[in-house]
């Protein structure tokens, strides 16, 4: 099958709520799961091979310097409160072959600019976060 460049996906058509709000000001957004692999030396098999014993969700959203996006959550924090999110990621390009919607649950944010800018140009901060939980809301599929 042949897929014309046209089909690419881009990032432009990205979007991402948190807590049920859609963050407009986003200009990048990750998340991943990390394996984490003990080596297995097999009977009869002289290459190692591996076994996944455990996952670990890492993302993070990078977004335009717009509003204080954070202060409550860390206000939160530093009463020891430990507030999880949802964080719901889109991309639905208009060329492409459908759109893909992925939820992102327990979702703890690991630290916060507080200020983080440079004089003569616009300011963007990420915001790193761990998850435990994923679900495909929507996937692409080839047609």
């Keep these: ?9 881009s990032g432009t058509w990205g979007q ?23 080596d ?9 091979d591996t076994k996944i014993v455990n996952a670990k969700g890492t993302g993070s959203i990078t977004i ?4 204080s996006r954070t202060a409550n959550h860390s206000n939160q924090v530093l ?3 430990d507030e999880r999110l949802t964080i719901i ?13 992925v939820a992102f649950y327990n979702v703890s944010l690991d630290e916060e600019a507080i ?11 990420t915001i790193p976060f761990t998850f435990t939980e994923r ?5 692409v599929q080839p047609t």
Excluded: C
């Excluded at 991402?16 to 003990?38: C, G, H």
């Design 79 to 81: 009463k020891g409160i």
């Design 89 to 101: 990621g889109k991309l639905a390009d208009p060329d492409a072959y459908g759109a893909e919607r």
């Design 1 to 9: 099958m042949s897929i014309a460049a046209n089909r690419v996906m």
């Design 16 to 38: 991402v709520w948190v807590a049920s709000e859609l963050w407009a000001e986003v200009s990048a957004f990750q998340a991943k799961f990390t394996y984490t692999k003990e």
């Design 135 to 139: 679900e495909w809301l929507q996937e």
């Design 40 to 48: 297995q030396q097999m009977a009869g098999q002289m290459a190692v």
């Design 115 to 125: 200020m983080d800018w440079k004089a003569g140009g616009t300011t963007e901060i």
């Design 64 to 67: 335009k310097k717009v509003f």
